[in-house]
């Protein structure tokens, strides 16, 4: 395929690459100008659309910057399951803790399950962000593309349903991957463990018992999740990626204003994911009666309430330290192997045409 036939836009630059600092001298000049900036002798010429990636190559990009990120970040996937499941439902200081921190917990888990127990369901964690983040990244490159995101709000909510759309399609892999990293030994168990013996006989234990249906169970504590999640990410790294653009701490085009906003867009990412992963990771794990419904919540709104009952507000931030730990580098990997690929196509597109 040619480069002209992955692009339907003129050839521009990245929609995630750094503004040049000519534009921005122009932008500045244009402020200071005398000129009123709307008389009917100053042509203001249409702003142009950034370009178009062929959307397949543009979901593959998405899947593979995650997938890259992801193998580097699940044992911290580990032990913030195992973390967030600890003591549940059960008030402070009435249960024995196995994992205190992001350290002590890589410790005992590599301790107990050996090296391999660091890297508990990476398979199917590499399927849901996969699946996940190439439809999420790629539909929200295509709403940059046509215009969507320029909108007042547009950004926000672009990220927030390509979010719920990568989530809900995902869910299956999330699910698998939350019974796998809750899986250890007796010893040091948490929460409820649904012995598997691999990411087969999961999915294949799940759809016998539950039916397909059952594959899609806890998804509606997902798709909030990633909903907020996706929205803070994306909107954030692009609205930093401009800011650290506009100071011109860097040379433009350089990898590390995508670096610097991918870490700003970490911690923003953790703050407001953090209780909404912890709904998640209990509603995944829940055991189910013979009507396959869930023992311990009815559904998001139920496990929200019974969290604050019985843990404390400070119950929906379990797990912060990896969440944050975990979310912060893979939000840098991913941003930025993303931002790189998406540059490096471009690239070779406009060499190409």
Same mark, same amino acid.
């Given at each position: 395929?040619?480069?002209?036939?992955?692009?339907?836009?003129?050839?521009?630059?990245?929609?995630?690459?750094?503004?040049?600092?000519?534009?921005?001298?122009?932008?500045?000049?244009?402020?200071?100008?005398?000129?009123?900036?709307?008389?009917?002798?100053?042509?203001?010429?249409?702003?142009?659309?950034?370009?178009?990636?062929?959307?397949?190559?543009?979901?593959?990009?998405?899947?593979?910057?995650?997938?890259?990120?992801?193998?580097?970040?699940?044992?911290?996937?580990?032990?913030?399951?195992?973390?967030?499941?600890?003591?549940?439902?059960?008030?402070?200081?009435?249960?024995?803790?196995?994992?205190?921190?992001? +350290? @002590? !917990?890589?410790? =005992?888990?590599?301790?107990?399950? /050996?090296?391999?127990?660091?890297?508990? &369901?990476? *398979?199917?964690?590499?399927?849901?962000?996969?699946?996940?983040?190439?439809?999420?990244?790629?539909?929200?490159?295509?709403?940059?593309?046509?215009?969507?995101?320029?909108?007042?709000?547009?950004?926000?909510?672009?990220?927030?349903?390509?979010?719920?759309?990568?989530?809900?399609?995902?869910?299956?892999?999330?699910?698998?991957?939350?019974? +796998? @990293? !809750?899986?250890? =030994?007796?010893?040091?168990?948490? /929460?409820?463990?649904?012995?598997?013996? &691999?990411? *087969?006989?999961?999915?294949?234990?799940?759809?016998?018992?539950?039916?397909?249906?059952?594959?899609?169970?806890?998804?509606?504590?997902?798709?909030?999740?990633?909903?907020?999640?996706?929205?803070?990410?994306?909107?954030?790294?692009?609205?930093?990626?401009?800011?650290?653009?506009?100071?011109?701490?860097?040379?433009?085009?350089?990898?590390?204003?995508?670096?610097?906003?991918?870490?700003?867009?970490?911690?923003?990412?953790?703050?407001?994911?953090?209780?909404?992963?912890?709904?998640?990771?209990?509603?995944?794990?829940?055991?189910?009666?013979?009507?396959?419904?869930?023992?311990?919540?009815?559904?998001?709104?139920?496990?929200?309430?019974?969290?604050?009952?019985?843990?404390?507000?400070?119950?929906?931030?379990?797990?912060?330290?990896?969440?944050?730990?975990?979310?912060?580098?893979?939000?840098?990997?991913?941003?930025?192997?993303?931002?790189?690929?998406?540059?490096?196509?471009?690239?070779?597109?406009?060499?190409?045409?």
């Amino acid at each position: 395929m040619t480069g002209t036939q992955l692009m339907n836009y003129p050839t521009t630059n990245s929609p995630f690459s750094s503004p040049s600092s000519n534009s921005i001298l122009l932008q500045s000049a244009a402020m200071t100008s005398p000129v009123p900036p709307f008389s009917r002798t100053t042509s203001v010429p249409s702003p142009q659309l950034p370009p178009a990636l062929w959307p397949p190559l543009d979901f593959a990009l998405g899947a593979l910057s995650c997938c890259g990120a992801c193998v580097f970040t699940n044992p911290l996937e580990v032990v913030k399951t195992r973390l967030q499941l600890q003591g549940e439902l059960r008030a402070r200081g009435s249960y024995r803790q196995h994992y205190r921190g992001v +350290l @002590q !917990a890589l410790w =005992v888990v590599g301790r107990t399950d /050996g090296l391999r127990g660091l890297q508990k &369901g990476l *398979s199917a964690g590499l399927m849901y962000q996969g699946l996940m983040n190439g439809v999420r990244l790629g539909f929200y490159s295509y709403c940059d593309t046509v215009g969507f995101t320029a909108a007042p709000g547009g950004s926000l909510m672009s990220g927030a349903v390509a979010g719920a759309l990568g989530a809900f399609i995902a869910s299956p892999a999330y699910l698998v991957k939350t019974h +796998l @990293q !809750a899986q250890t =030994v007796e010893a040091i168990a948490v /929460g409820h463990q649904h012995n598997h013996q &691999g990411v *087969s006989s999961a999915f294949a234990n799940i759809y016998r018992r539950e039916g397909v249906v059952g594959l899609w169970r806890g998804v509606n504590g997902a798709v909030p999740r990633v909903m907020v999640g996706s929205a803070a990410q994306l909107a954030t790294f692009s609205s930093a990626k401009e800011w650290v653009a506009r100071l011109q701490w860097y040379s433009p085009n350089s990898w590390l204003v995508a670096l610097t906003a991918a870490c700003i867009s970490g911690v923003a990412v953790t703050i407001t994911m953090t209780p909404f992963d912890v709904i998640s990771t209990r509603l995944y794990n829940q055991p189910v009666d013979e009507r396959h419904r869930g023992r311990l919540y009815l559904g998001f709104s139920d496990c929200l309430v019974k969290v604050c009952r019985t843990e404390g507000f400070l119950g929906l931030y379990k797990g912060m330290g990896p969440v944050f730990f975990r979310l912060c580098p893979h939000t840098v990997l991913s941003m930025l192997f993303w931002d790189l690929m998406r540059q490096r196509a471009f690239q070779d597109v406009q060499n190409e045409s």
